[in-house]
């Protein structure tokens, strides 16, 4: 069975960092594309980045610069590196994995494309 566990959330002041963690197993981590994803009171999900087996990536426009995503491929893990958290970044953090990587960018982000999810981890960002 596939599966995957995050870790690393937590609650930072305004201007702080954090890094996430996704551990997997169940599959072939070098042939699946790993997307993060973020719930936020709107009870939505909104895509945050994604990196391909190859080690593209993609970033949401409202994380770009600011987070950044990492896979390593010894531990079967995928990171996401926040730095200068936002309150508007709180929400709830899950990864999720897909075994197709789509040229088309809608279909890179659409959180309907990924088979696998974790349950999440929650990241709060006070003012």
């Known amino acids: 069975q596939v599966r995957l566990v995050e870790s690393g959330g937590g609650l930072v002041q305004t201007g702080d960092s954090l890094r996430l963690s996704c551990a997997t197993s169940?599959?072939?981590?070098?042939?699946?594309?790993v997307a993060w994803f973020r719930q936020g009171p709107r009870k939505e999900q909104e895509f945050v980045a994604l990196i391909s087996p190859g080690g593209a990536t993609d970033y949401a426009d409202s994380v770009q610069g600011r987070f950044t995503i990492s896979r390593d491929d010894a531990k079967n893990a995928v990171y996401l590196q926040m730095s200068s958290l936002q309150p508007e970044d709180t929400a709830v953090y899950s990864c999720?994995?897909?075994?197709?990587?789509?040229?088309?960018?809608?279909?890179?982000?659409?959180?309907?494309?990924?088979?696998?999810w974790g349950q999440g981890t929650q990241v709060t960002a006070s003012s």
């Open positions: 169940g599959y072939s981590f070098d042939k699946v594309v």
């Open positions: 999720a994995a897909g075994v197709r990587y789509y040229i088309d960018t809608s279909r890179r982000r659409n959180p309907l494309s990924y088979s696998y």
